[in-house]
Nanobody, 123 residues
Framework: VEMVESGGASVRPGGSLRLSCAIS????????MAWFRQAPQKEREGVAT???????TYRDSVKGRFTISRDNTKNILYLQLNSLKPEDTAMYYC??????????????????WGQGTQVTVSV
């Protein structure tokens, strides 16, 4: 399985970006996919999850601004980032695990990760 993120950039506050995660070799029909982020000197944190069972979750600080989605025909996971704030600056990673149709498992269950794409929000 390979997961490759793209779409990160430097933007001004209030701007928008769409991150993409191209997934190859992942064939599970039951899965959890997610976006995480890690800012310098901070812990990694979950941003959004999308499960094959249909559940979508967001961390509180991005609710109403970020949208996670998946194009099943192209096998791409997206994260739309709107109304970006400086505190959204981080390396963003996509991740996944299969075999289960919900995202209630611990972070250690994510066994597939991308290499990350940098999002920088500054004036």
């Amino acid at each position: 399985v390979e997961m490759v993120e793209s779409g990160g950039a430097s933007v001004r506050p209030g701007g928008s970006l769409r991150l993409s995660c191209a997934i190859s070799g992942f064939t599970d029909t039951h899965y959890c996919m997610a976006w995480f982020r890690q800012a310098p000197q901070k812990e990694r944190e979950g941003v959004a999850t999308l499960a094959s069972g249909g559940w979508i979750t967001y961390r509180d600080s991005v609710k109403g601004r970020f949208t996670i989605s998946r194009d099943n025909t192209k096998n791409i996971l997206y994260l739309q980032l709107n109304s970006l704030k400086p505190e959204d600056t981080a390396m963003y990673y996509c991740a996944a695990y299969g075999g289960i149709s919900h995202c209630s498992e611990p972070v250690s269950s994510f066994n597939y990760w991308g290499q990350g794409t940098q999002v920088t929000v500054s004036v």
